[in-house]
């Protein structure tokens, strides 16, 4: 009877290594397009009498089904306000020499009253380092999503871009 269960032993042991070391395509993700980037940027107050100085850092991931996690966090070191998004869209492209990331989320912690907790916002940060000529990069703050324009990142886009300071952004397709 000693004899019969060592070999069993031996092979279920076995096949467990083997079962557990081998990757499946099941469980590898095949990643897709993704952007990150820290930096600061100055922006114009709403009531346009000062400019407010921002810090920003976000790190966006899509898969190859374009389901996209990611973080971000917008600090508005003027008004002493910050926000920190789940970002759940992440949309790329290029323009000429430039690579663009397009991206929306929800807000999740907030002490900014124009960014309130669980609103869906979007910005938008360029990468201008395509070309051999660089470019700065580029950020947006962050915008509440108007439900006119859309539900997500790949409806719209803002138009307000401001250059990146003491910081970095790299967007990959």
Excluded: Y
């Excluded at 940027?41 to 346009?48: E, T």
């Excluded at 009498?49 to 850092?57: C, G, L, Y």
């Excluded at 323009?95 to 916002?121: C, Q, R, W, Y």
């Amino acid at each position: 009877m000693r004899r019969a269960t060592f070999p069993l032993l031996v092979i279920m042991i076995l096949t467990a290594i083997v079962a557990t070391s081998s990757t499946s395509a099941a469980i590898v993700p095949e990643h897709g397009p993704s952007a990150f980037g820290a930096g600061q940027f100055r922006f114009p107050s709403q009531s346009g009498d000062r400019i407010e100085f921002w810090r920003f850092s976000f790190e966006a991931i899509a898969n190859k089904n374009g389901h996209t996690r990611g973080r971000a966090q917008f600090e508005n070191l003027t008004a002493q306000t910050q926000i920190a998004v789940r970002i759940n869209c992440l949309s790329v492209g290029a323009i000429v020499d430039t690579a663009f990331a397009v991206m929306s989320g929800t807000v999740l912690h907030s002490n900014d009253p124009a960014l309130p907790k669980l609103e869906t916002v979007i910005f938008v940060a360029t990468d201008g380092a395509l070309a051999p000529t660089s470019r700065a990069d580029t950020v947006s703050p962050p915008f509440v999503l108007p439900p006119f324009f859309g539900t997500n990142c790949h409806d719209t886009q803002p138009l307000t871009m401001l250059p990146v300071e003491n910081g970095d952004i790299q967007i990959q397709f």
